[in-house]
C-alpha cells in the first residue's frame, strides 16, 4: 500500500470520496486497488461488470487512482492497471454548515430530482451557459450545490469558474 496522504482543503473533495464509499461496488473496488494493480477486466472478474467503468472513471475524476500501462505477454495488446494513490486521508477546511449538508446530500442521495437537476445542467453547459454562479442564480441553489453535482457525475466537472463536459472516453 502506498504511504501518500489525500489531504482535503476543498469541502468538494469529498463528493467523490463519498460516493465511493457509499456504494458497495465502488468501495469493493477501491479495495482491491489498495492492494494491487489491476485492470478493469480483472476488476469485472473479481466483482462483477455492473460499474467498474463508471467506478474507474468517479476514482480518476476525484484523482484517487493511477494508472499505468501493463506489459503485454507476446502477442497481446497492452493494457492500462490501476491502483489508489493514497492510504490516509487528512482534512483541513472549513464551511457552513449549509453547504456542508448541501454536499452529504448530494453524494448519498438517490433522488430522482437530482437526475433531472443534472440532465438540464448538462443541456445548460452545452448551450454556453457554463457559470456555476450563473447556474445557481438559474436553479436557485448555492454555487456549492451545482459544483457539488458536477463532482458526482460523469460526464461533468468543475474548471476554474465555470463546468465543463469531460470526453465519454476519458
Not at 507476446?74 to 487528512?90: A, I, L, N, V, W
Not at 452545452?126 to 457525475?153: C, E, H, Q
Request: hydrophobic letters at 35%; charged letters at 30%.
Amino acid at each position: 500500500m502506498t504511504g501518500h496522504n489525500r489531504i482535503v482543503n476543498d469541502p468538494l473533495e469529498l463528493v467523490p470520496l463519498i460516493v465511493t464509499f457509499n456504494n458497495s461496488n465502488f468501495k469493493r473496488a477501491y479495495d482491491l486497488l489498495s492492494k494491487q494493480w489491476m485492470t478493469e477486466e480483472e476488476i469485472c472478474a473479481e466483482i462483477g461488470t455492473e460499474s467498474v467503468a463508471e467506478c474507474l472513471g468517479l476514482l480518476k475524476k476525484g484523482n484517487l487512482i493511477e494508472e499505468q500501462w501493463r506489459m503485454p505477454k507476446p502477442g497481446e495488446r497492452p493494457s492500462k492497471e490501476y491502483k489508489t494513490t493514497y492510504s490516509r486521508f487528512r482534512a483541513g477546511f472549513q464551511c457552513s454548515m449549509e453547504d456542508l449538508g448541501d454536499l452529504l446530500y448530494i453524494s448519498t442521495s438517490t433522488d430522482e430530482e437530482l437526475r433531472g437537476m443534472v440532465d438540464c445542467l448538462e443541456q445548460d453547459v452545452r448551450s454556453g451557459i457554463s457559470s456555476y454562479n450563473d447556474l445557481a442564480r438559474k436553479y436557485k441553489v448555492s454555487p456549492v450545490y451545482i459544483k457539488g453535482l458536477a463532482k458526482r457525475m460523469p460526464n461533468l466537472d468543475v474548471k476554474g469558474q465555470g463546468l465543463v463536459l469531460l470526453d465519454e472516453s476519458q
